[in-house]
């Protein structure tokens, strides 16, 4: 029989994606290869067009808006109507999990975004291809049950004509040997085993030529000797084939099991046969079909490795890790007095590598640091790679934590030497939490998390170091993530009220000004000071939205102060400015919105910014803080001489005040170093003819020694602690 080629430039082909670009690129590509194009933005739409256009292949994008490609695929297959459409699936994202997913869900190909046209268009044949295929090796073996059907009503009636036609026998016999000869041809012709077998016996009846490339051997010897078919199966499958093949309920059989070639090469194989029953019910063979499907279980192999490694560095990846620790865990019931530990690595400023010297030299690192671990590590240790810069280890069978601190301090010692990558010295460390597992924990999550917050604990301790976890610590994660969240919520709620400290002029001990310092009103918890939530507020960027409303309410206040009162039309308000309020590149605007919306002089307002900021010597910082003194705005650097500022950049900034730490001032009469730094600011700024303030006045004694060094504003205890406005106004009037 002769396959009459398809016409594939006539197929049907539906895409389906919500981003239009990528609809007409698709689009424009596979009209201009002659496919009949359909394309629809959503799933809903696809399920339609399906229905009506029945295309003969489909395009589908996994991440759309309602429901995603793989529910679209879903109720695809669901569908008698078109449940055999191919389906491949578009995704940007490169994750093994995920086209495992794609293909469990019925997809027959995985395309990875952005995507090459080259690449698609080949695909897409190689699918008609075998979709054409499919549908005439299916025609096929219709065609084949149905000759051999007929092939049967002849030979019936052939009998019947031979009682009462002797002299047609030569010419019914030729007909006979012609439609073998045809229907042999036919078998001969198949790729796949075609096989006939005696039940009572297993001799086999018929065995076409296919079988030598599955089985390696000759037809003839096999044909010869019944029992090498079944020694030909793998041994770990052979009793399960025999028992099913010797079930006569079974009359339908799918199997799928392995067969050594005398060669010793492996062939995975796919096998469906049935009992033949003669007239008097009893079983008299089995016929089957075998099909090599060692190409298929390769590829599904290579997939749930992929499923499971790490790309680049062939670890194990997340999936993996979490599996060996359930793994552990179930251990840990069974056995009471079992323990292990799990290492969470995170390579310290990893990412200054890929920015300075490329991605290529960051992988290369990656690799490097990879096999350090797995030397670091004993036989039946498991080492990961979560992602990115990210590794875990699983320490299997310790006695004491000790062990597992032995292995970090191996670890790190490994990597405090240089690393020589394409022509670069690059040193690294990293910082490792380190979590103790056992019968108390029930789920591997749990111990990922708690490792995940001794690493940052390490990080926040300075780098280069291990941290192993105590219950303690994530108590204080989980009452810092409350705490990030109830932060949010009071923002919108307007729960922040602002406080004011006077400063003091301490030559005549009149009202200079004062100092805006916020608070927190939780709902719950009371008053809460800012050292309780300011860094979260500036690590998470909440920072921003508060400065600006710090910024705005100190000037609204200190504007109806000089409304109410004319003679405090010299009094001034110090506001914190956070550095991440500087890089924001609205900053200035904002601040001249201020000022024009509430009215108030730029001669009445300080802006206080920490030392730190004085590290930032970009140019476009200078420049910014030039622009808010030329708007008449003084600049004062807050808690000064505990930052790490060099004085020799001291003078470029347009710094006005400098305010002494009130631990100096606290510290200065029981030490002498801090009396000595005292001095040296107070004299640091008359040399730069600026101003002083010093913070934390608590007692007339330290009063006396400031004004004898002729320091010129102060605020603290000794005059009033901060207060909310209305007492503070009272002071004012």
């Known amino acids: 029989m002769t396959l009459s080629p398809l016409n594939l430039t006539k197929a049907k082909i539906l895409v389906v994606d919500d981003q239009p670009e990528n609809l007409h690129l698709l689009s424009d590509a596979l009209t201009a290869q002659g496919y009949e194009v359909k394309g629809v933005v959503n799933g809903e739409m696809a399920i339609i067009a399906a229905n009506a256009v029945c295309p003969d292949l489909i395009l589908l994008d996994v991440v759309m808006p309602g429901i995603n490609g793989y529910e679209v695929c879903e109720k695809l297959k669901a569908n008698i109507k078109t449940q055999r459409i191919p389906i491949i699936f578009l995704s940007a994202g490169n994750d093994p999990v995920e086209r495992v997913k794609g293909l469990s869900a019925g997809g027959v190909d995985y395309i990875d975004k952005p995507f090459q046209l080259n690449e698609v268009l080949l695909r897409i044949n190689n699918q008609l291809k075998l979709q054409a295929a499919q549908t005439q090796i299916l025609k096929l073996n219709t065609d084949l049950e149905q000759i051999i059907q007929e092939r049967t009503r002849q030979l019936e009636l052939a009998n019947q004509e031979l009682k009462f036609e002797i002299c047609e026998r030569e010419q019914v016999t030729k007909m006979l040997q012609e439609s073998e000869e045809k229907l042999e041809s036919i078998l001969n012709s198949l790729e796949e085993v075609v096989w006939s077998a005696e039940v009572a016996t297993s001799n086999l009846i018929f065995l076409n030529p296919a079988a030598q490339k599955v089985y390696g051997r000759q037809v003839e010897e096999l044909l010869n000797n019944p029992n090498l078919r079944l020694e030909s199966i793998h041994p770990e499958d052979r009793d399960r084939v025999r028992s099913l093949l010797m079930n006569f309920g079974d009359r339908n059989l799918d199997l799928e099991y392995r ?11 796919w096998e469906r046969s049935r009992l033949i029953f003669d007239q008097a019910g009893l079983a008299s063979r089995r016929d089957g079909i075998i099909s090599d499907i060692t190409q298929r279980k390769k590829i599904e192999c290579e997939l749930c490795y992929e499923a499971k490694h790490d790309s680049l560095t062939k670890l194990p990846n997340r999936s993996a890790f979490l599996d060996r620790v359930e793994q552990a865990l179930q251990y840990t019931q069974k056995t009471r007095d079992y323990r292990f530990a799990v290492l969470f690595i995170d390579l310290d400023r990893f990412k200054i590598v890929n920015d300075s010297l490329g991605h290529l030299i960051g992988d290369e690192l990656l690799i490097a640091v990879a096999q350090i671990l797995n030397n670091c590590c004993r036989p039946n240790d498991f080492v990961a790679r979560l992602g990115g810069d990210e590794f875990t280890i699983l320490l299997d069978a310790i006695a004491t934590i000790e062990e597992s601190s032995n292995i970090a301090r191996k670890i790190q010692t490994q990597l405090s030497n240089p690393f020589y990558l394409q022509g670069n010295t690059v040193f690294s460390s990293a910082s490792i939490g380190i979590v103790e597992v056992n019968h108390e924990y029930e789920d591997s999550s749990a111990i990922l998390r708690d490792a995940d917050i001794a690493m940052y604990r390490a ?70 000071y800012p050292d309780k939530f300011i860094p979260l507020a500036e690590e998470t960027g909440l920072i921003i939205k508060m400065g600006e409303w710090v910024l705005k309410e100190a000037c609204t206040q200190l504007h109806l102060w000089q409304t109410k009162y004319s003679d405090l039309q010299d009094l001034k308000v110090s506001v914190n400015i956070a550095s991440q309020q500087l890089k924001d590149p609205n900053f200035l605007s904002i601040l001249e919105q201020t000022l024009a919306q509430t009215g108030l002089s730029s001669n009445s307002i300080h802006l206080e910014i920490t030392e730190s900021t004085l590290m930032d010597y970009k140019p476009e910082t200078i420049n910014l803080l030039h622009e808010i003194q030329n708007r008449g705005i003084k600049l004062n650097i807050d808690d000064f001489g505990t930052g790490y500022s060099s004085l020799q950049y001291l003078n470029r900034f347009p710094i006005s005040s400098l305010k002494i730490d009130r631990s100096f001032t606290l510290g200065m009469l029981q030490e002498r170093e801090n009396f000595e730094i005292v001095k040296m600011i107070i004299t640091l700024a008359k040399t730069l003819k600026i101003g002083v303030i010093a913070e934390g006045i608590e007692n007339l004694r330290q009063l006396k020694v400031l004004k004898t060094f002729n320091c010129q504003l102060g605020q603290g205890h000794l005059f009033s602690e901060p207060v909310d406005a209305t007492t503070a106004e009272l002071m004012l009037s």
């Open 459 to 528: 990080k926040q301790g300075g780098k280069a170091r291990y941290q192993v976890f105590n219950p303690q610590m994530y108590q204080d994660t989980k009452e810092l993530l409350e705490i990030e969240n109830d932060l949010r919520q009071a923002i919108l709620r307007q729960e922040f009220m602002l406080y004011y400290q006077p400063i003091i002029s301490l030559d005549n001990h009149k009202l200079y000004g004062f100092e805006a310092l916020l608070r927190w009103q939780h709902p719950t918890k009371g008053l809460i």
């Open 259 to 269: 067969i050594i070639q005398p060669n010793g090469q492996i062939r995975w194989v």
